[in-house]
Nanobody
């Protein structure tokens, strides 16, 4: 079965960096578009970054230039490098893919940006 397991979250000061990882299994990782979403407290889940099978990336303006999504198909792992973090980046971060019309989510990893 499809499994997505996020890790790498934590508490970081404003201006700091974190690298999130998402270990994928149960599907052909290299053949799937992968995304990161986040859900701030009391708000809706929002797209943070996406990456195609060929490595083309997509970001909303809110994180463009600060976040970088990447993938290692040999390790079946998705990454999100987050730099210049701001308090408004505080959220639970989720890895996501769609396989055979079914959306799959990991359990999430919490990122808290605070001094």
């Amino acid at each position: 079965q499809v499994q997505l397991v996020e890790s790498g979250g934590g508490l970081v000061q404003p201006g700091g960096s974190l690298r999130l990882s998402c270990a994928a299994s149960g599907f052909t990782f290299s053949n799937h578009y992968m995304t990161w979403y986040r859900q701030p407290p009391g708000k809706q889940r929002e797209l943070v970054a996406g990456i195609s099978m060929g490595g083309r990336t997509n970001y909303p303006d809110s994180v463009k230039g600060r976040f970088t999504i990447s993938r290692d198909n040999a390790k079946n792992t998705l990454y999100l490098q987050m730099n210049s973090l701001k308090p408004e980046d505080t959220a639970a971060y989720y890895c996501n893919t769609v396989s055979r019309s079914v959306a799959y989510w990991g359990q999430g990893t919490q990122v808290t940006v605070s001094s």
